[in-house]
């Protein structure tokens, strides 16, 4: 059991100084998500799933036009949601980003929920909800108790996730096991059209999940590598 996650490609989120809340990606976005899916076109997979939001659908694209896969959309890999800046200058974002990172550790609990945006707690506690659900259906279930095993009933299964560097991470969290913090996405670094890879292990009483490969990069060019 292999589980693959893609980070979407690199986002023009500000255009003529102004912030955009739902960004396409860049000239080198488009490119960097054409690399990463000719790394990966040659692998198989029982389900390619990608988060609804534009930047993820459009890195995902050149991955379903060079597999057999149809786009599968799933909502709840979307990332976190974030306060409305759509048209705003750019510096109010910047300035909303600074303060999130001086506030003390607990309080950062709260992200900028003040703002109107999403706190991480919730967003935290959703994608591990989403997860849960999404492995369940396909057969893999985390097993009561105080170790990160897993039941698996297909072992062979390769599932491919386009998605965000914070709902990746998220991921990466729960699937082994760790303790969730509000800052999952610095002390994962995922760059855009990076590749992880979570791989089930054997034990005597199930599976536990190891990280193989985290945030790889090597399909890109040295130029095209961007966080």
């Known amino acids: 059991m292999e589980l693959v996650l893609v980070r979407h490609g690199e986002p023009e989120w500000v255009v003529d100084g102004l912030n955009i809340d739902y960004p396409p990606l860049t000239e080198r976005g488009h490119r960097q998500a054409v690399r990463m899916a000719e790394a990966l076109a040659q692998e198989t997979f ?6 609804p939001l534009e930047r993820a659908l459009q890195t995902a694209a050149p991955l379903y036009e060079r597999t057999d896969h149809t786009e599968e959309i799933h909502a709840w890999l ?17 300035a909303a ?15 900028m929920s003040a703002l109107g945006g999403e706190a991480n707690r ?9 997860c849960g659900l999404f492995l369940a259906e396909r057969g893999i279930e985390l097993i009561p108790g105080e170790l990160p ?8 299964q390769r599932l491919c996730l386009v998605a965000h560097a914070g709902t990746n991470s998220a991921i990466i969290s729960y699937m082994l096991g760790l303790q969730p913090t509000p800052w999952e996405w610095d002390r994962f670094v995922l760059g855009h059209a990076s590749i992880t890879r979570l791989e089930a292990l054997q034990l005597g009483d199930g599976y ?8 790889d990069v090597e399909h890109l060019s040295v130029g095209d590598r961007t966080r």
């Open 149 to 156: 095993v897993w039941r698996i009933d297909n072992p062979d």
């Open 78 to 94: 979307r990332e976190i949601r974030s306060p409305v800046w759509q048209g705003t200058p750019r510096e109010k974002a910047d």
């Open 208 to 215: 536990t999940f190891a990280l193989t490969r985290l945030g």
């Open 97 to 111: 980003f600074a303060e999130e990172r001086r506030k003390p550790s607990h309080e950062r609990w709260h992200g």
């Open 46 to 51: 029982d389900e390619v799933l990608v988060s």
């Open 122 to 130: 919730e967003f935290i506690a959703r994608i591990r909800e989403g």
